[in-house]
């Protein structure tokens, strides 16, 4: 244990520092900037600014798979409970606010929970908020990349598992990277954890680029944030002024796509690197897929999951599914 682990920990929490490194982010930001087309992993998004900008995103009128998800957990709280099973160990992916956890916490009332994050401060921060409203809860919280397998703290090594991971943040992934994910769900929970995720549904053009395009500019910032993010951490000298928001649908893909548009011709550098950008040149910063249940059934099935549960609204806007390992069924 370091010095900042002993310093963030007391009763029933401890703070686990995996310590995503900045010279790997350096070097994923790099490789991405250096192809063609350039991309940056929306993993990247989440500093401090960008994870309040998104906990804002959640609350916009148009953003609707927030309070979709939500009114599920609400009119199915005590099923989902029991289907998840109680008194082990809750791991959140990408935990945030911890805002969503609340009431499954209330309804499971596990022994332990782990919030997992890349956005250190935010991490901490929500999860002292946490702990300080759930005495009785053990409470890890764990900064590292749930984009790759990771150790899970000691003390829940020997609990029994379920994952979460809501807000349908496994849209960020391509299907083939999705199943990987999976694959590597599986060896930091175990082939006996079980999964709970939330999955946006293929839906009307315009109610999708509505959710990405609000009208009081959020998820601009969200997206241009980004950059500041590359300035802050990677010294990077980015003109964040010089570039313009972009979401649309592509219908072929099945998902929103975002971008970062280059309004000039200009130089951009992380250290000695130098990257040239065309005026009207793009950097894809996000993909969120949309899956039709059948869809993301087969996807599941591809990485070893099967549906043991399913959750839909009304609208067949946004499903809740929990998985579990076909060796398990």
Request: with cysteine; net charge negative; charged share 25%.
């Amino acid at each position: 244990m370091d010095t900042e682990q002993q310093q963030d920990s007391r009763e029933g929490y401890e703070f686990f520092d995996l310590k995503p490194s900045t010279e790997a982010m350096r070097e994923e930001v790099i490789a991405g900037l250096a192809s063609v087309p350039k991309h940056i992993a929306p993993k990247f998004f989440y500093d401090e600014q960008g994870s309040e900008l998104f906990e804002a995103i959640t609350r916009l009128p148009e953003y609707y798979l927030t309070r979709t998800e939500m009114a599920l957990f609400d009119q199915h709280q005590e099923q989902i409970a029991q289907a998840m099973g109680g008194g082990g160990c809750v791991v959140e992916y990408g935990s945030g606010s911890s805002a969503k956890i609340r009431k499954l916490l209330e309804n499971v009332r596990p022994q332990a929970y782990v919030p997992v994050d890349i956005s250190r401060d935010h991490l901490r921060d929500s999860s002292r908020r946490l702990h300080d409203d759930f005495p009785w809860l053990q409470i890890y919280p764990t900064c590292a990349d749930f984009t790759e397998a990771f150790a899970l703290p000691e003390p829940v090594k020997g609990l029994s598992k379920v994952g979460f991971f809501p807000g349908s943040s496994i849209g960020n992934f391509r299907p083939d990277e999705a199943v990987d994910f999976l694959v590597n769900v599986t060896r930091t929970l175990g082939p006996e954890g079980r999964f709970l995720v939330g999955v946006d549904t293929k839906k009307s053009t315009e109610t999708l680029e509505a959710a990405y395009n609000d009208s009081q500019g959020l998820t601009a910032q969200f997206n241009e944030n980004l950059l500041q993010h590359l300035n802050d951490t990677l010294q990077a000298d980015f003109v964040v002024e010089q570039f313009t928001h972009q979401a649309h649908y592509n219908e072929d893909e099945g998902c929103i796509q975002m971008f970062l548009e280059s309004n000039v011709a200009q130089t951009a550098s992380i250290g000695t690197q130098q990257f040239h950008f065309a005026e009207g040149e793009t950097v894809h910063t996000e993909n969120s897929y949309k899956y039709h249940p059948a869809e993301f059934e087969a996807l599941a099935a591809d990485a070893g999951f099967r549906v043991k549960e399913m959750w839909i609204d009304e609208r067949q806007w946004f499903g809740v599914y929990l998985l579990e390992s076909l060796q398990n069924s």
